[in-house]
């Protein structure tokens, strides 16, 4: 490279100019022909550059809340609804809200408006203004993601866009949801409707308690210069459909929901009115350890008689998508509607399976299917009409992620993409999924249609498959096996698998765990219910049952290796297709299960977990011990009756390990 005092390599020869012909056929150059730009300063040409959103069509008829006002009424009315929701309680008014970033000078007290409260609560009223109701807090509505990145990157440390367009961030200290940190207000009704006591995820709260933390998040939030606010929907099926507000201190926490949750069209968000339930994110903020009810800094308190969740102490955005999927599993059963934590997808005749399983054991990975319809990766409701899909996006685990092994998984991580944890180079920005140093628990959070199979809308048919995942750490469950009702019941009961690291606070290596339906950190009334339900909606509608070891085979963890995602591929590709329901069984001991001989594309070997142990006695004893597990953690079940049906209750009792 030649020196020239430029630190610029010299260019051996002047380039010549670029001439260009014009019509007249008169050499002219280029630059020079170039109009002028119609600004006449630096402030007007930067004016010119954004373009006003086009208004939102006008409404036929008196159709929501909102309908047939003006626009700036409409507007207003949006604010307003804003500002009752971030009112303190204990004084008279909401804040002043502002649409806009305080950044940007127009929006400047443009609309602004304060909402004063008629009081259903009794609490002391401050009448004297205090400093809080003197400023303004800026209110970011409904963000696009374009303007969320750069709200991000501007302002959140950890921000920034990876060669594929996504937007890394970190959620902070915590990595994972805090289950022993949630807490549900019991009152005289939830006293009695919900699963409370041993085994429970419901940690009681008072109302008061949770109002005292709501007043801090609230504070919290307004003392900000800027909250985000999303106005959302859970639930694809029209007919129970929720609203959902969450008002957050993040762009990060933001972008999560706008793709987790169902985004709304102009036109809905202008009839959006008052929301069904509410988030408040104070998550950067501390709970207070002085507070009754407290153990440590975080608290994610759920109040659903006031229909309002607080969120303090952690920034794990997980919390909100969860935090929802426990209100649903309130909500729908009231409706004879069954919530489950599991995937789902259909093929091309509209055959439908469910995927349930613990986190880690394969929802996503195996219901997001190049050759399916994927209606979702992680929460669904069955209804008397069919499947749909709770949320608008999917939440992918991404440790160890692979193009060649997850292609969909792998696009879908773009722009508007939020990737949680991640490392990645410092300069080309490529990450690094191997690399577990943030956390185990890496995790991508997209729009359901950033895959390109995604059913829109996600609804589908009653379900012809249940299968049942459990990632067996301890090597003994076979990769496959058809159960009976019974043992579909037995085992959604149980809710089986070693749980892989990283995804709740705290658990580093994994471990044999139980979690009723599957789901039991979300789960609001007693498994028996769901459960009822589930085996009354599988006999009505003809589905067959699954149970698919996505862990280990030929050994325990440490020995033995995970079955390889492509052998599981087949196994429930032969599901699918119904040739696996013809296939030759096998009973196997102690679990009792029917297991096939051969699979198509499958070892036949791997089929009979015992043929894979080197060391048959060691197989028998760890096949006996986690017998005995089963069998423990299932004496808490024996003295309910599941369902209406004692023959069925009898035969889930009887369906468990033998031996
Ligand atoms: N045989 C297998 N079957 C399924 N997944 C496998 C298998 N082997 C390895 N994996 C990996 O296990 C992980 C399964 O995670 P996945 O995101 O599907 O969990 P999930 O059930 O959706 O959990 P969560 O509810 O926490 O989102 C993926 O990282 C996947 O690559
Ligand atoms: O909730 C989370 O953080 C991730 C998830 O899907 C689960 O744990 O089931
Ligand atoms: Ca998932
Ligand atoms: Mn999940």
New binding site residues.
């Given amino acids: 490279m030649a020196a020239n005092g430029t630190g610029l390599p010299m260019a051996r020869k002047p380039l010549a100019k670029i001439v260009t012909e014009d019509k007249q056929g008169n050499g002219l150059c280029h630059d020079d022909s170039a109009k002028g730009i119609k600004a006449q300063t630096i402030d007007e040409l930067h004016s010119l550059q954004k373009k006003r959103s086009a208004p939102t069509t006008p409404l036929e008829g008196n159709q929501g809340a909102f309908a047939s006002l003006p626009d700036d009424e409409r507007r207003r009315q949006q604010l307003q609804s804003i500002s009752a929701s971030l009112a303190s309680l204990t004084r008279g008014a909401g804040p002043k809200v502002v649409r806009g970033d305080p950044a940007a000078k127009s929006s400047q007290a443009v609309e602004h408006v304060a909402h004063r409260h008629h009081h259903h609560v009794e609490a002391p009223t401050i009448s004297v203004s205090d400093d809080s109701s003197l400023k303004f807090t800026h209110v970011l509505y409904n963000l696009s993601p374009a303007e969320l990145y750069e709200q991000a990157i501007k302002y959140e440390k950890g921000s920034f866009i990876t060669s594929s367009g996504a937007l890394a961030t970190l959620s902070g200290a915590k990595t994972g949801r805090s289950p022993r940190d949630k807490r549900v207000v019991m009152d005289d009704t939830t006293q009695n409707e919900l699963w409370w006591g041993r085994g429970s995820p419901n940690i009681e709260m008072d109302e008061h308690t949770f109002l005292v933390n709501r007043e801090r998040a609230v504070d919290y939030l307004n003392s900000l210069d800027k909250v985000f606010v999303n106005d959302q929907f859970l639930n694809w099926d029209p007919q129970n459909r929720i609203k959902v507000r969450i008002v957050s201190a993040r762009a990060y926490h933001s972008l999560f929901m706008h793709n987790m949750c169902i985004r709304p069209t102009d036109e809905e968000l202008e009839n959006f009115g008052t929301p069904d339930f509410t988030i408040y994110n104070a998550g950067q903020f501390p709970c207070n350890r002085y507070t009754h009810y407290m153990t440590s800094s975080t608290s994610t308190d759920l109040n659903l008689a006031r229909k309002e969740m607080v969120i303090l102490g952690t920034q794990y955005a997980g919390e909100m998508k969860k935090g929802l999927f426990s209100v649903m599993h309130y909500l729908m059963p009231k409706r004879q509607i069954l919530s489950l934590?599991s995937?789902c997808n259909m093929g091309i005749d509209g055959d439908v399976a469910l995927f349930f399983?613990?986190?880690?054991?394969?929802?996503?990975?195996?219901s997001t299917d190049h050759n399916r319809y994927l209606i979702g990766?992680?929460e669904h409701c069955w209804s008397d009409y069919g499947v749909s899909n709770i949320e608008g996006g999917c939440?992918?685990?991404?440790?160890?992620?692979s193009r060649e092994?997850?292609p969909d998984i792998w696009n879908a991580i773009k722009f508007g993409t939020v990737l949680e944890n991640v490392v990645f180079d410092e300069h080309t920005r490529e990450v690094e999924y191997g690399d577990k140093s943030v956390t185990e628990n890496t995790r991508a959070a997209y729009p359901i249609e950033y895959i390109p199979n995604a059913k829109l809308p996600c609804i589908g048919p009653h379900p012809k498959n249940v299968i049942l995942?459990a990632c067996d750490a301890f090597g003994v469950l076979p990769p496959v096996s058809k159960l009976n009702l019974a043992q579909t019941m037995y085992h959604f009961i149980s809710g089986y698998t070693a749980l892989?690291a990283g995804?709740e606070d705290g658990i580093k290596e994994p471990t044999a765990t139980f979690s009723a339906c599957f789901g039991a950190a979300f789960i609001m009334l007693h498994p028996t219910k769901y459960a009822a339900m589930l085996a009354e909606k599988m006999q009505k509608h003809g589905a067959t049952g699954w149970l698919v070891n996505?862990g280990w085979s030929g050994g325990s963890y440490g020995s033995g290796n995970?079955?390889?995602?492509a052998?599981?591929r087949r196994i429930i590709d032969a599901i699918h297709s119904g040739s696996l329901l013809n296939a030759t069984y096998e009973k196997t001991d102690v679990f009792g299960l029917e297991i096939p001989t051969e699979i198509e594309g499958v070892p036949s070997e791997i089929l009979r977990p015992e043929n894979t142990w080197g060391d048959k006695k060691a197989y028998k004893n760890t096949l006996l011990k986690l017998g005995g597990l089963f069998k423990n953690n299932f004496e808490t079940f024996t003295n309910y009756k599941i369902g209406k049906d004692t023959m069925l209750t009898q035969e889930i009792l009887a369906a468990g390990p033998n031996f």
């Fill in positions: 934590h995937g399983g613990l986190s880690g054991t394969g929802k996503t990975t195996l990766d992680d939440y992918a685990k991404c440790i160890d992620l092994k997850e995942l892989v995804t996505t995970r079955i390889k995602l052998y599981t």
